[in-house]
Structures are given as C-alpha cells and as structure tokens.
C-alpha cells in the first residue's frame, strides 16, 4: 500500500519538523484509515479505499470552509484551509475543465443520453473515465450543461 506507507513516512518527517498542522492532520487521516479498515473485515484495505477516505476527508474540508467563511470565522476557514492543503497533496493530479468537458462529450455519445434524465448513467462513466482525477462536483456541472444543451 504505496499511498498509505507515504503517510506513516509523512507523520513522521512532520514529527521531527515539529510542524503541528501536518502531523495533526495526517493523524486524523490515519485514524480514518484505520476506521475504514475495521469496518472493511475480513477483507483487507485496498489502494482505492484509502484514496476514498483521503478524497472524502477533501470534501469535508471544502465545504467546513465555506461554511466558516459565511459565518465570517476565518480563524477556522484558515485553519480548515491548511489541512486541506496538506489532504490535497495525497490526490493525483487534477483535471481541467476543458479535459473533463472532452471526456462528458465521449461518454454522451457513447452512452446515447438524449436529456438530463440520463445525468444518472452519464456520471456513473464519466467518473469511472477520470478515475478519481476529477472533482464530482465540477463533473455534475459539466454533464448539466451538456445535457441541457442536448435536451
């Protein structure tokens, strides 16, 4: 488990670097591994579950943010912003707009969807297509639009 090794190594350089936001966070992040693993038994933690929980930890991050900041707490918008920084680093790299739209013009051609009432089986493709790569949300706006300018 390449990814989760890379964040044992990680808690530890943070532990000698004294750098309390990364340690902090990557324990939070092993915790939820360690969760996730428990709850997953008999069967053991694959690479794909890890980088679920890492993505799922993002997200949360994302929207505490902008929770925080519509409340006018930058305190905690800050803070939240820092261990989303170092969550973000543990995600490949992200698509573009651009690619994702490409790759929405494929799958609906594929797919054959003619409306918004194939959004259903368009996500499901589009999301197996960028494999993680892409934000969900910027993919459901994407495929909304598409489809609306089909339908």
Known sequence: MELREKILADIKSAMVSKDTVKLNTLRF????IKNKEIDSRPNPITADDVMAVVKKLVKQRKESIEQFA????NDLADNE??????LESYLPAQMGKEQIEKIVAEVVAAVGAKSIKDMGAVMKET???TAGAA???LISEVIKAKL???G
């Open 29 to 32: 992040l092993n915790a939820q």
């Open 70 to 73: 519509a409340a006018g707490r």
């Open 81 to 86: 912003t820092a261990e989303l920084k170092v």
């Open 127 to 129: 999301q197996a297509r």
């Open 135 to 137: 934000d969900g949300k």
């Open 148 to 150: 609306a300018s089909l």
